[in-house]
């Protein structure tokens, strides 16, 4: 089993649409938890923090269920500029320090015109 | 302030070969992570350097190694190089325990 998984895409969604974006995580002792965004041929951004109460930033608002070892990110009124493939990303901590970052396999966002 | 940049952009190499590739992290960032991205993959984890000592490494082989220089710079280098080490190599740098910002990479390509 994958220590992350995401929905398949790619994501054909219109301009305006909503989308939303689920993903899993299998390690329990995951700690904190992102979503990050990558343009083609460009490196992962980070996009948002995802924390326990959920938070929203603008269009954008990430859940995370620790009980279900579950993260979403839902992107309202989507614009072309949202065209992108999204990371989700959790780490973990051991020896005093924050391991390197787990990463899902991304999942493609087209929006179209 | 320069964000994190890594040298080459761009690599050729043949099997068997060997590369260094190099990292310079973001200002007042003393942490250097380092990623293997496959085409169509996310990000993987090869290790994570902190004072100049490797602190934490992924599934990687041996063939992997790397080095952090006193001004928190850092190497990867990769011997025998496989068909299976092309990939965009992804540096990122930290504080202790913050946000990991990410360089452009540098795609290598073994023929």
């Known amino acids: 089993r994958k220590e992350v998984e995401q929905d398949p895409g790619p994501f054909n969604v219109p301009e305006g649409a909503t989308v939303a974006f689920n993903c899993t995580y299998s390690?329990?002792?995951?700690?904190?938890f992102f979503w990050y965004r990558q343009d083609c041929r460009k490196e992962p951004k980070l996009l948002m923090s995802?924390?326990?109460s959920g938070n929203e930033d603008g269009r954008f608002t990430a859940q995370l269920n620790r009980a279900s070892q579950y993260i979403s990110l839902l992107i309202r009124d989507s614009k072309l500029s949202d065209s992108a493939t999204y990371l989700c990303v959790v780490n973990s901590y051991s020896g005093g320090g924050a391991d390197g970052l787990t990463f899902g396999k991304g999942t493609h966002l087209i929006i179209q015109p | 302030d320069a964000g994190v940049t890594q040298s080459p952009t761009h690599l050729i190499k043949t099997r068997g070969q060997q590369v260094t590739l190099r990292c310079s992290p973001k200002s007042g960032h003393d942490t250097v992570s380092w990623y293997q991205q496959a085409l169509g993959q996310g990000p993987q984890f090869i290790f994570q350097y902190y004072e100049e000592e490797e602190r934490q490494r992924g599934n990687f082989p041996d063939r992997f190694s790397g080095h952090q220089f006193p001004n928190y710079s850092s190497e990867l280098n990769v011997n025998a190089l496989l068909l299976g080490d092309s990939a965009l190599y992804l540096c990122a740098s930290s504080p202790v325990g913050g946000e990991q910002f990410f360089g452009p990479g540098t795609r290598l390509t073994v023929l």
């Open positions: 390690n329990s002792a995951s700690q904190s």
């Open positions: 995802v924390y326990s």
